[in-house]
């Protein structure tokens, strides 16, 4: 459920701007406004992610968990009056507060997975979550200008998805517990730390001390850690900018009518919730094979690192060759389902190699591939306006002429040098993970971590302990 509410409030923007009543062209923002303001969310993101994880595994989960979708709850219902009243600017800020608040989530769950499951249980668990985020986008993108027509206005999608977080919350409140020591809702007579025990084959994984120092340059001097930092961020790249950009493509280079009640955009529905779908069986189908030793963790997690660069490279390469709209929609499935591929692959493996560390390694994974949504909005939106592509606004006066201009070739090309960006993105990352990527667990000096419950050392490489380059 978090999956879902954090992409309903994170992408609900993406459709709340276009079309001839949308947001961009009832405030009259341009193209550039357009990228400016969606990239907000991601700078915030991607700075909240460093300090949440660390937050997470000093606090506990159970109060930043509830900390962030409090405040995504408050922000995503005061978005209407500040766009308004605000102006672009002050919009501008309250996304990247957004972002900030929602940050938590990823690095909470990977935290909250790693002292719960077990090594053979975490992939499966994690693309379930990854699935309820690719659902809510496609709730958001294929039924977004339905919802909206629905209520009667954009500033209403705001209000709903926001009550939806404040519900959520108070569900957080009663419900959840960083640590199974912590947990009262087992059944009477079940002792609460054996049943710990047998969760995480014998070992006992307890809150870190508030003072213990996060050993920052022994993290960041391993090659292990790098790969896990960069696989994610150059599949989230193209996965970003699909969920920014990919109503305006559709609106310019397929002539979708956004502001129609009947409009195509529920074709999104299938990518994004075959996404999630393909998630969970890949989740499922790695688990399996690292329970029952046909591979190790680490060559699993590679295996479909690189099936889902495959997907993705292959994808971004097809859409420039100008598809029919069936072809579009295959197309935009392998594009998309990488993302639920990605978490049986380099994005849960920061549960690999810490149990200890998992919400620290995944903060700064999550920070620099939410890099790429903080500037890829702000690339793109420079790229479309220099080839001519029309604005909200200018669909909006005169729509007729708008698609006139966004058929027009320096348009088009303007959309296949993004896709080549995001192409050679995801080969690059690929390559390092292959190179680099591992499913070992770490040792750090005396903050040994304590076994995930399966060993990987029947595949042992060297780790580098010295500082990259």
């Known amino acids: ?200 084959g014998g070992d006992t994984l307890v809150p870190q001390d508030n003072n213990q120092k996060v050993p920052w340059k022994k993290l960041l001097c391993r090659t292990d850690i790098f790969a896990a930092i960069i696989g994610p961020f150059s599949i989230n790249w193209s996965l970003f900018m699909f969920l920014t950009y990919l109503p305006k493509y559709l609106q310019e280079q397929f002539r979708f009518d956004m502001s129609s009640e009947h409009n195509s955009m529920h074709i999104l529905v299938y990518p994004y919730f075959l996404c999630g779908v393909i998630g969970v069986f890949c989740g499922c189908i790695a688990d399996k094979c690292v329970r029952s030793d046909i591979l190790s963790i680490t060559q699993v997690r590679k295996i479909f690192q690189l099936i889902a660069a495959s997907f993705a490279t292959g994808a971004l390469i097809f859409l420039q060759h100008s598809p029919s709209k069936t072809s579009l929609v295959i197309l935009l499935c392998f594009a998309i389902s990488p993302g639920g591929i990605l978490g049986s692959a380099s994005a849960a493996n920061p549960m690999d190699l810490s149990k200890k560390y998992a919400g620290v390694i995944k903060g700064l994974a999550n920070g620099f591939a939410t890099f790429g949504g903080a500037f890829n909005p702000i690339l793109v939106g420079y790229l479309l306006s220099n080839g001519g592509c029309p604005s909200d606004e200018q669909f909006k006066l005169n729509r007729t002429a708008a698609l006139d201009m966004a058929s027009c070739p320096p348009c088009k090309q303007a959309w296949d040098n993004a896709f080549t960006i995001a192409a050679c993105i995801c080969v690059c990352g690929c390559v390092i993970f292959l190179s680099f990527g591992s499913g070992e667990e770490i040792e750090i000096g005396d903050t040994d971590i304590q076994s995930n419950g399966i060993s990987d050392k029947r595949h042992a490489r060297p780790l580098l302990d010295t500082p990259l380059g």
């Open 1 to 200: 459920m978090v999956g879902v509410l954090a992409y309903l409030v994170r992408v609900c923007l993406s459709t709340a701007l276009v079309g001839d009543q949308g947001m961009g062209a009832e405030l009259g923002w341009s193209v550039k406004d357009n990228g400016f303001v969606l990239s907000g969310f991601f700078w915030g993101y991607m700075l909240g992610n460093f300090p949440s994880g660390i937050f997470a595994s000093r606090y506990g989960s159970r109060k930043i968990l509830l900390a962030s979708m409090i405040l995504q709850s408050i922000l995503t219902v005061l978005s209407p009056a500040v766009s308004r009243h605000g102006g672009l600017y002050a919009f501008f800020f309250l996304r990247v507060l957004l972002g900030f608040a929602q940050s938590p989530v990823y690095p909470v769950a990977q935290s909250l997975f790693a002292a719960w499951l077990n090594a053979d249980e975490r992939a499966g668990a994690f693309s379930i979550m990854d699935a309820g985020s690719y659902w809510g986008g496609a709730l958001t993108l294929g039924y977004g200008s339905q919802i909206q027509n629905a209520l009667g206005s954009w500033e209403d999608v705001f209000y709903l998805f926001g009550s939806l977080c404040g519900v959520f919350a108070v569900y957080v409140y009663f419900r959840v517990q960083s640590f199974p020591s912590k947990y009262t809702g087992l059944a009477a007579g079940v002792d609460v730390q054996q049943n710990y025990h047998t969760l995480n």
